[in-house]
């Protein structure tokens, strides 16, 4: 065993301080029990004989009094005390950790008393857990790999060989996987550590058992092979029971437990067993060829006082494939909780009975998974904690909500939410995926995966085999329904209307605006492990957010690799409609937020990872690197005025003016929600900004001399012709096209444009001055607007704004655009 450190020694002195001290006691408080064999009773032992208490920190001590021959007594009252007070009260032998200090603690009998001392250690919140104080004494080589499972074992039990200095707390859970580790490691450890943990190898109600005598005790020094002796008393079952398949046990010193056993026997009887057995399951395996079967062969369950998990299955012998099991549970759960803990441990039981191909604990995840899944099918709405206001299963539907990225197989700790669930693994959560398989396929599909594990060494591997086109169908479903935020709660199946569950799934957020900023883009996850999801909540609200683009980096590996990746995506329009869409084979996905059909308020992206591998793990990197981009560059329609002056090289003076009041929208049909533009292959809603046709009119002034003649016309206006011209955008420059001609155009920089307007309209000029100067003389406006030549493309300014000059030859065009959202 290691030395004791600084602050045990501290506690130590501080224990025998109070034990000198003299106080005065605490009100005492009544015991359960009448107190008619008061006068019988011969002695009175203590169990646990010592504790270390945290502040705010409970435990119960069992008073067990016996006669002169030994027999337990039943109808005893116990008067409690503890000197000094302040540290620690005492109410019916149930501790309660006040302030930092200690007590000793009197039982009185009859003429019988015990004592055992306590000490109370300082807690808060920030205060590490025993689980990971005893990892970093265990990495930092201040315990050894014995020692590291006992004090593991002793924590979960509040076994006071504890040593003071690793004492923290013990986050509630299921299942004392270090007492599943003590069983699988018994026979390989050393004689001491053997004779020290004997007794956890014991059920409770066996002599000799942690339980039933004051640790440490010199009794079972030498128990290296531990077994059970005669039954002493202490313990019963309850009588006539309604149930014939279980036996639960219970301390006849505390009759509250009685009460409890006889509504978990009820229970049992009445909704547990009939509704598990009716899914075509096995039965747990009966006891009746073990030596120690708790006196019959039912499944024996046993009401345990101070255990930290709220129940535990253990098998019988060192089988590890199936055997037969008995059960503990935490007396201290109220009704509620154990009606939902007795449920989870009697589906572990009914696990046992299958023969599995591998090793029952290698099958991990999906043990856990279908135990929970099992309380929500026998009690659909088991509300427990404060004020009853969360179903059971609930509390750990977090830690699968809050690791979504993980794998389905995945038990990893520290992503549950409530204090009730802390300590519990992911998998605890995973019930949430047999939920929705048992939903939409029916519960036959639960007990198949259960019966699959016979023949299959990988759980991963027996469930694909049972789900209706496998993994690579049920998963990506499966992770949508997962997302149970808006709009899909509001549907019939999702776990909101299923379950009423609130809790949504994990997902990054972004507020996409641009702020007035002229672009912005954004990386997204580019590495998913396998049988995983990720989810991105996108939210708009600037108007200035006009042209949005996402790009979907899984592409090549759905296309190409065939890799069973989907990307969904949900979309709220202005409106507050939702739009429900498969991604998966779109390269490119634009939105116009300034047409009214596409203007995106919140955008939900969902990546599913269906691959696995038979043991659990892997995953999957996007050919590309997935992103979400967006600028300011109207998509919908421009608005605006342009002029173009004509001064021909031939002209004394004067110029030919057109100013045009102009609107140049998109064409008809690509404000489609669900175009695809046929030139830019695997692309949804992306290109329809890329053509613009002209509306509205211009006024053309003419007014030059030219070889002594005067030319007029005007000022006269003209409707523009919806042919005569096109406004090219070219919002995002990383498209492409197979089509040479849109591809030329699609190479061009981003925010790139080029628009060319002209009118063939003739018109009759009025000829003036000397006698040759004869007219009419037929014009017609020409060009109207002309952007650019060559290579050189204008770009949208930082404002959005289209403006600026172009000189051709002899005439000037300048314009300014405005971009518009449709009203």
């Given at each position: 065993m290691p030395v004791v450190h600084g602050a045990s020694r501290l506690a130590l002195c501080l224990l025998l301080t109070f034990v000198l001290a003299c106080g005065s006691t605490t009100e005492p408080g009544p015991s359960p029990g009448g107190g008619g064999d008061n006068d019988k009773v011969a002695a009175l032992t203590l169990s646990p004989n010592g504790a270390t208490l945290l502040v705010g920190e409970s435990l119960t001590l069992s008073a067990l009094a016996v006669d002169a021959a030994g027999e337990a007594l039943e109808d005893v009252q116990v008067e409690w005390s503890a000197v000094p007070a302040g540290a620690v009260t005492v109410t019916g032998g149930r501790l309660e950790g006040v302030a930092p200090g200690g007590a000793l603690i009197t039982a009185r009998a009859g003429a019988a008393s015990a004592t055992l001392t306590v000490v109370v250690m300082p807690y808060d919140d920030s205060s590490p857990s025993s689980a990971e104080v005893l990892t970093a004494a265990h990495e930092a080589g201040l315990i050894n790999d014995e020692e590291l499972l006992a004090y593991r074992v002793y924590a979960a039990f509040s076994d006071p060989r504890l040593p003071i200095q690793y004492k923290a707390r013990v986050d509630p859970g299921f299942d004392a996987t270090s007492l599943e580790e003590l069983h699988q490691r018994f026979n390989s450890l050393s004689q001491p550590m053997q004779a020290a943990l004997g007794m956890y190898l014991l059920r409770p109600a066996d002599p000799g058992s942690w339980l039933n005598a004051p640790t440490p005790d010199a009794r079972l020094s030498s128990m290296a092979d531990p077994r059970c002796r005669p039954f002493s008393g202490g313990w019963a079952y309850v009588k006539n029971p309604s149930s014939s398949k279980v036996r639960v046990w219970y301390r006849v010193n505390f009759p509250n437990q009685r009460a409890q056993a006889s509504m978990l026997d009820e229970a049992i009887a009445k909704d547990i067993w009939p509704k598990l057995m009716a899914l075509g399951l096995k039965e747990p395996l009966t006891d009746q060829d073990v030596v120690c079967n708790g006196e019959g062969p039912q499944l024996d369950i046993y009401l345990v006082l101070n255990m930290a998990d709220r129940g535990v299955t253990i098998p019988e012998g060192w089988e590890t494939t199936q055997a037969a099991t008995y059960i503990l549970l935490d007396a201290d759960a109220d009704d509620a909780s154990l009606k939902g803990a007795v449920t989870h441990e009697l589906m572990h039981a009914i696990q046992w009975s299958y023969k599995t191909k591998g090793r029952q604990g290698d099958y991990g995840w999906i043990r856990d998974a279908t135990a929970n899944w099992a309380i929500d099918h026998v009690y659909p709405t088991l509300l427990v904690g404060s004020g009853q206001q969360q179903q059971y299963e609930h509390m750990f539907a977090g830690c699968f909500m809050n690791s979504p990225a993980l794998s389905l197989d995945s038990q990893a700790q520290g992503n549950c939410t409530t204090s009730a669930a802390k300590g519990a693994g992911r998998d605890y959560g995973a019930y949430l995926f047999f939920q929705y398989v048992a939903k939409k396929y029916g519960p036959a599909v639960v007990t198949a995966a259960l019966a699959k594990l016979t023949t299959e060494?990988?759980?991963?591997?027996?469930?694909?085999?049972?789900?209706?086109?496998?993994?690579?169908?049920?998963?990506?479903?499966?992770?949508?329904?997962?997302?149970?935020?808006?709009?899909?709660?509001?549907?019939?199946?999702?776990?909101?209307?299923?379950?009423?569950?609130?809790?949504?799934?994990?997902?990054?957020?972004?507020?996409?605006?641009?702020?007035?900023?002229?672009?912005?883009?954004?990386?997204?996850?580019?590495?998913?492990?396998?049988?995983?999801?990720?989810?991105?909540?996108?939210?708009?609200?600037?108007?200035?957010?006009?042209?949005?683009?996402?790009?979907?980096?899984?592409?090549?590996?759905?296309?190409?690799?065939?890799?069973?990746?989907?990307?969904?995506?949900?979309?709220?329009?202005?409106?507050?409609?939702?739009?429900?869409?498969?991604?998966?084979?779109?390269?490119?996905?634009?939105?116009?937020?300034?047409?009214?059909?596409?203007?995106?308020?919140?955008?939900?992206?969902?990546?599913?990872?269906?691959?696995?591998?038979?043991?659990?793990?892997?995953?999957?990197?996007?050919?590309?690197?997935?992103?979400?981009?967006?600028?300011?560059?109207?998509?919908?329609?421009?608005?605006?005025?342009?002029?173009?002056?004509?001064?021909?090289?031939?002209?004394?003076?004067?110029?030919?003016?057109?100013?045009?009041?102009?609107?140049?929208?998109?064409?008809?049909?690509?404000?489609?929600?669900?175009?695809?533009?046929?030139?830019?292959?695997?692309?949804?809603?992306?290109?329809?900004?890329?053509?613009?046709?002209?509306?509205?009119?211009?006024?053309?002034?003419?007014?030059?001399?030219?070889?002594?003649?005067?030319?007029?016309?005007?000022?006269?206006?003209?409707?523009?012709?919806?042919?005569?011209?096109?406004?090219?955008?070219?919002?995002?420059?990383?498209?492409?096209?197979?089509?040479?001609?849109?591809?030329?155009?699609?190479?061009?920089?981003?925010?790139?444009?080029?628009?060319?307007?002209?009118?063939?309209?003739?018109?009759?000029?009025?000829?003036?001055?000397?006698?040759?100067?004869?007219?009419?003389?037929?014009?017609?406006?020409?060009?109207?607007?002309?952007?650019?030549?060559?290579?050189?493309?204008?770009?949208?300014?930082?404002?959005?704004?289209?403006?600026?000059?172009?000189?051709?030859?002899?005439?000037?065009?300048?314009?300014?655009?405005?971009?518009?959202?449709?009203?």
């Amino acid at each position: 065993m290691p030395v004791v450190h600084g602050a045990s020694r501290l506690a130590l002195c501080l224990l025998l301080t109070f034990v000198l001290a003299c106080g005065s006691t605490t009100e005492p408080g009544p015991s359960p029990g009448g107190g008619g064999d008061n006068d019988k009773v011969a002695a009175l032992t203590l169990s646990p004989n010592g504790a270390t208490l945290l502040v705010g920190e409970s435990l119960t001590l069992s008073a067990l009094a016996v006669d002169a021959a030994g027999e337990a007594l039943e109808d005893v009252q116990v008067e409690w005390s503890a000197v000094p007070a302040g540290a620690v009260t005492v109410t019916g032998g149930r501790l309660e950790g006040v302030a930092p200090g200690g007590a000793l603690i009197t039982a009185r009998a009859g003429a019988a008393s015990a004592t055992l001392t306590v000490v109370v250690m300082p807690y808060d919140d920030s205060s590490p857990s025993s689980a990971e104080v005893l990892t970093a004494a265990h990495e930092a080589g201040l315990i050894n790999d014995e020692e590291l499972l006992a004090y593991r074992v002793y924590a979960a039990f509040s076994d006071p060989r504890l040593p003071i200095q690793y004492k923290a707390r013990v986050d509630p859970g299921f299942d004392a996987t270090s007492l599943e580790e003590l069983h699988q490691r018994f026979n390989s450890l050393s004689q001491p550590m053997q004779a020290a943990l004997g007794m956890y190898l014991l059920r409770p109600a066996d002599p000799g058992s942690w339980l039933n005598a004051p640790t440490p005790d010199a009794r079972l020094s030498s128990m290296a092979d531990p077994r059970c002796r005669p039954f002493s008393g202490g313990w019963a079952y309850v009588k006539n029971p309604s149930s014939s398949k279980v036996r639960v046990w219970y301390r006849v010193n505390f009759p509250n437990q009685r009460a409890q056993a006889s509504m978990l026997d009820e229970a049992i009887a009445k909704d547990i067993w009939p509704k598990l057995m009716a899914l075509g399951l096995k039965e747990p395996l009966t006891d009746q060829d073990v030596v120690c079967n708790g006196e019959g062969p039912q499944l024996d369950i046993y009401l345990v006082l101070n255990m930290a998990d709220r129940g535990v299955t253990i098998p019988e012998g060192w089988e590890t494939t199936q055997a037969a099991t008995y059960i503990l549970l935490d007396a201290d759960a109220d009704d509620a909780s154990l009606k939902g803990a007795v449920t989870h441990e009697l589906m572990h039981a009914i696990q046992w009975s299958y023969k599995t191909k591998g090793r029952q604990g290698d099958y991990g995840w999906i043990r856990d998974a279908t135990a929970n899944w099992a309380i929500d099918h026998v009690y659909p709405t088991l509300l427990v904690g404060s004020g009853q206001q969360q179903q059971y299963e609930h509390m750990f539907a977090g830690c699968f909500m809050n690791s979504p990225a993980l794998s389905l197989d995945s038990q990893a700790q520290g992503n549950c939410t409530t204090s009730a669930a802390k300590g519990a693994g992911r998998d605890y959560g995973a019930y949430l995926f047999f939920q929705y398989v048992a939903k939409k396929y029916g519960p036959a599909v639960v007990t198949a995966a259960l019966a699959k594990l016979t023949t299959e060494t990988s759980s991963l591997t027996a469930v694909d085999s049972v789900l209706p086109g496998g993994f690579e169908k049920v998963w990506p479903e499966f992770g949508k329904t997962l997302w149970n935020g808006p709009p899909s709660k509001t549907r019939a199946e999702s776990f909101k209307q299923w379950d009423n569950l609130d809790e949504n799934v994990k997902h990054g957020e972004l507020n996409a605006d641009l702020s007035g900023w002229p672009e912005a883009s954004d990386n997204i996850h580019d590495e998913l492990s396998n049988l995983a999801n990720r989810y991105y909540r996108i939210t708009f609200s600037d108007p200035g957010t006009r042209s949005v683009l996402f790009y979907n980096g899984w592409f090549k590996n759905i296309t190409d690799a065939k890799d069973p990746v989907k990307v969904f995506a949900l979309w709220k329009d202005e409106a507050g409609a939702w739009h429900d869409e498969d991604w998966s084979e779109y390269e490119y996905v634009g939105f116009c937020r300034d047409m009214k059909s596409q203007r995106v308020q919140e955008l939900v992206v969902i990546v599913s990872n269906a691959k696995f591998e038979p043991g659990g793990g892997g995953r999957l990197t996007a050919a590309e690197m997935p992103y979400l981009k967006r600028n300011n560059v109207g998509c919908w329609r421009f608005k605006g005025t342009t002029r173009s002056v004509l001064k021909g090289k031939t002209w004394s003076s004067g110029r030919k003016l057109i100013d045009t009041n102009v609107e140049l929208q998109v064409l008809g049909g690509f404000e489609d929600p669900d175009f695809e533009h046929p030139l830019i292959p695997h692309t949804k809603r992306v290109g329809s900004s890329m053509l613009m046709q002209p509306a509205g009119d211009f006024t053309l002034d003419v007014d030059y001399v030219s070889g002594g003649c005067r030319y007029t016309h005007g000022p006269t206006p003209y409707p523009l012709l919806a042919g005569g011209g096109i406004l090219m955008l070219n919002p995002f420059d990383e498209l492409t096209s197979p089509d040479p001609d849109t591809q030329d155009w699609l190479s061009h920089p981003s925010r790139s444009y080029t628009s060319a307007l002209a009118d063939p309209t003739l018109v009759h000029l009025t000829v003036s001055g000397g006698p040759d100067c004869r007219g009419p003389e037929l014009d017609m406006p020409g060009n109207v607007l002309f952007t650019d030549a060559g290579g050189t493309k204008p770009v949208v300014l930082p404002s959005g704004e289209m403006s600026g000059q172009y000189v051709d030859s002899d005439t000037t065009y300048s314009w300014i655009l405005q971009p518009q959202r449709q009203p």
